[in-house]
Each structure stands twice: as structure tokens, then as C-alpha cells.
């Protein structure tokens, strides 16, 4: 699975949008991009996945771009609640090899 | 049910000690993953069970050993243990076959060692 490189830390507004950037330049072409949270002392949270194309759920957007090199994950109107580690990775389609990078610790701030 | 149960969740053990984490699914997902972590650090893979039979070991020590003794749970044997095996002890599992394959974690077992 391709390695992921994410910023270690940001901040944020409460109620701006939280915009999440990762790289994985070595990405092949039957892997997913994936993007999970920890808030502190839980287990993590999957949040969105996408192959190609631009996703969006409940819980955020996940923009990739079109080499797939690089994914961004935006987070709407941040609330305090999403102040979490924010961990992107690679997986195959039926993968089952779930590997985690350092992720990025964002503090959402009143 | 989208919940993985893990048992104990906290545990303290001596280094002589053997003991067992459990963690339970009833999602009928064919894969289960146990992974270690410590403080402020991404979780580490350690086990993957895929349709009960083990499928990766990241190169663990054989103080840990684990069992899958159906699909719907997965167990952590622990003995002779050190104390820098305290972490955090995640479960998860995931449907294991195609597209979709988003992990569901528990929220862990917290093991010290003494």
C-alpha cells in the first residue's frame, strides 16, 4: 500500500471549514484513499473513502486529485467535537492490509 | 449492530502472567485486525484474520498470540509480557471482500504491565 504523508498538526475556527491535505504520490491504480479519525482514548472512526472521483457524506468531502496523488479531505463547519487525529491511508479494493501514517492532530478553536 | 466489543477495558497484568483480550463483531465481516498503540502514536498493525485464517502477522513477538475461534470473534493471548507492551489494544473488522472495506474499531483494552 502506498505510503502517506500528512502534515502534523493543525488548527481550526469553530464553524470554518477544515481543509485536510495528504499526499500518497505512489498510489497505484486499484487502490482506495481512506480517511479515518481518533478522538482522544476511542478507537478510530472511518470517515470517506474514494477511488477517482470527488466524495461527499454526512461527515465530509474527500476532493482527489487527478493524478491521485494527493487527496483533500474538508471538513464543512468544523465543530469542537471533530478536534480528533485526522489519518489517511491507501488500501487495495478487499484489501485487508489497514495501515495507519502519523496523521494530522487538528484542535478545532471557539 | 455496527459496534466491535472489546473485553477487558483496562487490564493490569504481571510479567508472569498470562491473560486474554477478546473482541466481537456480529456485522458478518470477514476480516478482524488487531493493532497496538501507544501514546500520541498512529495505531501498528499486528494481526490480520481473513475468513478465520490468519493472513498477516507484522512480524510479532510470540508472546502475543491470537485466535479467531469463529467470524464473529477474535481473541489476544497474552504471556510473558514486558512492560513496554503497555498500549492500547484495538480490535477491528471490516467486510473483507470487495469495494468496500472501511474498518469498524472497538474503542480498546488499555493494558498495563507491571
Known amino acids: 500500500d502506498a505510503k502517506t504523508t500528512q502534515p502534523p498538526s493543525m488548527d481550526c475556527a469553530e464553524g470554518r471549514a477544515a481543509n485536510l491535505p495528504c499526499n500518497h504520490s505512489t498510489i497505484s491504480g486499484n487502490e482506495y484513499v481512506y480517511w479515518y479519525r481518533q478522538i482522544h482514548s476511542q478507537g478510530p472512526q472511518y470517515i470517506i473513502h474514494g477511488l477517482k472521483n470527488n466524495e461527499t457524506n454526512e461527515m465530509a468531502s474527500l476532493i482527489i486529485t487527478e493524478d491521485r496523488k494527493s487527496s483533500t479531505l474538508i471538513l464543512p463547519h468544523a465543530t469542537l467535537r471533530d478536534t480528533a487525529v485526522y489519518y489517511c491511508t491507501t488500501t487495495q479494493a478487499a484489501g485487508n492490509k489497514l495501515t495507519f501514517g502519523g496523521g494530522t492532530r487538528v484542535l478545532v478553536k471557539p | 449492530d455496527t459496534e466491535v466489543t472489546q473485553t477487558p477495558k483496562h487490564l493490569v497484568m504481571g510479567m508472569t502472567n498470562k491473560k486474554s483480550l477478546k473482541c466481537e463483531q456480529h456485522?458478518?465481516?470477514?476480516?478482524m485486525y488487531w493493532y497496538k498503540q501507544k501514546a500520541k502514536k498512529p495505531p501498528e498493525l499486528m494481526f490480520v484474520y481473513s475468513y478465520e485464517k490468519l493472513s498477516i502477522n507484522e512480524s510479532v513477538p510470540s508472546r502475543f498470540s491470537p485466535e479467531c475461534p469463529n467470524s464473529s470473534l477474535l481473541n489476544l493471548h497474552l504471556h510473558a509480557l514486558q512492560p513496554e507492551d503497555s498500549a492500547l489494544y484495538l480490535c477491528?473488522?471490516?467486510?473483507?471482500?470487495?469495494?468496500?472495506?472501511?474498518?469498524?474499531f472497538g474503542q480498546g483494552t488499555r493494558l498495563t504491565v507491571v
Open positions: 477491528a473488522s471490516s467486510q473483507g471482500h470487495g469495494e468496500n472495506t472501511e474498518a469498524f
Open positions: 456485522m458478518g465481516h470477514r476480516a
